[in-house]
C-alpha cells in the first residue's frame, strides 16, 4: 500500500481508468449471446473496440515504467538495486492472475486443468522484461530491439511452415505459434489447442509496451507540451499507417499479436494519449476524466475486483437465474432491446466496480500490487 506524493500526470491516469474500465465492460455482459459487434473480439483477422483494450493497457505500461524507473537512475539507484523490486511486483501480478484462472477450479486446480496464461499473466512478463530493458537501454537501443523482435516475429510466422505441415498456416489452431504452445506451454490452453496469450506471441507484445517506453522517453523530456503532444500525434499517425500497410503482407490479428497488430494499436494508443493529454493537462478540462482517474489509480486492483466480484453478480441463483439472467430478463421484458440490455447490465457492473475504486481514491490509498 503507498500514499501517493509526487505529481501526477492525470491524463495518463484517465487513459488507464478508462482502459481498464472498458476491460470490464466487455468481459461481463449481461448475456453472452447478446452483446453488439465492437464489444466482441474479432474471431481472427481484423480489428474491433475491444481488440484494443489489451494492447493500450500494455502500452500504459510501457509509459509508466519509464516513468517510474528514469526517475530513480537519474536520481543515482543503481539498476541492480531494482531488480528484485521489479522481480516481486512482475510475481504479484503473476499470481494474482493465477488466483483469477483458480476461481472455477477449487475442488481441481491441477496442473492439467488450470490455465497458465492470461491477462495478468501476459502484463506481468512484459512488465518484469520491458522494466529490465528499461534500465540498461536508451530510446534509441528500444527501437533496434523492438524493431528486431516484429520483423523476426513477422519473418517466423508467414515464412517458417507449421511442422507436421507442408505449408506455412495463419489460421487458428495450426500455425507455428499455436504449435510451439501445444509442444511447450503446460496446462489448459484458452482454446482448446491454442491460446491467444501464449508462449510465441508474447514476443510482439513486448514491443507494444516498448512504445509505451518510447512515449514515455519522450513525455519527460525537456520539450514543451504542446511540442510533446504534437510529435506523440506524429509518432501516433505514422505507426498507424505502418500498422495498415504491414497489414496488407501479415494482417492485423490480436490472437496472434501480429506485428501489423502491434503497430496498429501502438498508433491509436499514442494518438488517444496525446489527445488525452490535450484535453486534460492542457486544456485543463478534467471534470469529464475524473472517472477514468480514480479508476486508474487502482487500476489493477479493480480489474482483480471485477472477477472476484463477478460469481455473486453472474453466479448466484435468483429463482432459476443469475441476477444478470433476472436483470436482463426484466429490461427485454419492457421493450428495450436484447443487446441494449446485456449492455446496460455490464455498465452497472463497470458502476458497482467504480464503489471500490472510490473508496480507496477518497482516502488518498493507491495500492501498487
Excluded at 288 to 307: E, H, P, Q, R, S
Excluded at 351 to 364: D, R, S, V
Aim: glycine content about 8%.
Amino acid at each position: 500500500m503507498k500514499i501517493m506524493e509526487r505529481k501526477r500526470l492525470l491524463s495518463l491516469d484517465a487513459f488507464r481508468g478508462f482502459t481498464v474500465a472498458a476491460m470490464i465492460l466487455v468481459n461481463f455482459p449481461g448475456n453472452d449471446n447478446q452483446v453488439f459487434k465492437p464489444l466482441l473480439h474479432t474471431h481472427w483477422w481484423g480489428i474491433s473496440f475491444t481488440d484494443l483494450i489489451a494492447p493500450f493497457f500494455l502500452f500504459i505500461v510501457g509509459v509508466s515504467i519509464t516513468f517510474a524507473y528514469t526517475h530513480q537512475i537519474r536520481a543515482g539507484i543503481h539498476p541492480k538495486t531494482l531488480y528484485v523490486k521489479i522481480a516481486s511486483r512482475a510475481l504479484k501480478i503473476f499470481a494474482l492472475g493465477m488466483l483469477l484462472n483458480c476461481l472455477g477450479l477449487i475442488e481441481n486446480c491441477t496442473w492439467e486443468e488450470v490455465r497458465w496464461t492470461g491477462t495478468l499473466h501476459r502484463i506481468a512478463i512484459v512488465f518484469l522484461v520491458c522494466s529490465v530493458l528499461s534500465l540498461h537501454t536508451n530510446w534509441k537501443q528500444q527501437i533496434t530491439v523492438g524493431a528486431s523482435i516484429l520483423l523476426a516475429y513477422c519473418i517466423a510466422m508467414t515464412c517458417i511452415p507449421t511442422p507436421g505441415y507442408e505449408n506455412v498456416m495463419l489460421e487458428p489452431g495450426i500455425n507455428l505459434a499455436a504449435w510451439v504452445d501445444q509442444e511447450f506451454m503446460p496446462g489448459k490452453m484458452w482454446q482448446g489447442n491454442w491460446d491467444p496469450e501464449g508462449i510465441l506471441s508474447t514476443f510482439p507484445s513486448f514491443v507494444t509496451t516498448i512504445s509505451g517506453m518510447l512515449v514515455g522517453t519522450l513525455l519527460i523530456s525537456k520539450l514543451s507540451q504542446e511540442q510533446k503532444v504534437i510529435r506523440l500525434f506524429v509518432f501516433g499517425f505514422a505507426s498507424f499507417v505502418i500498422g495498415i500497410i504491414w497489414n496488407w503482407q501479415f494482417g492485423l490479428n490480436e490472437n496472434l499479436w501480429s506485428s501489423s497488430f502491434v503497430m496498429f494499436t501502438s498508433g491509436m494508443a499514442a494518438m488517444t494519449l496525446a489527445s488525452t493529454i490535450y484535453v486534460v493537462d492542457m486544456l485543463q478540462y478534467k471534470q469529464w476524466a475524473t472517472f477514468g482517474i480514480i479508476y486508474g489509480m487502482n487500476a489493477i486492483v479493480v480489474y482483480t475486483l471485477g472477477d472476484l466480484l463477478s460469481p455473486l453478480f453472474f453466479g448466484i441463483k435468483f429463482g432459476d437465474a443469475s441476477l444478470n439472467q433476472v436483470f436482463f430478463r426484466g429490461l427485454t421484458q419492457v421493450g428495450i432491446t436484447p443487446k441494449l440490455a446485456s449492455m446496460l447490465y455490464s455498465l452497472i457492473y463497470v458502476g458497482i466496480n467504480f464503489i471500490p475504486a472510490y473508496l480507496l481514491y477518497k482516502k488518498k490509498i493507491f495500492i501498487k500490487v
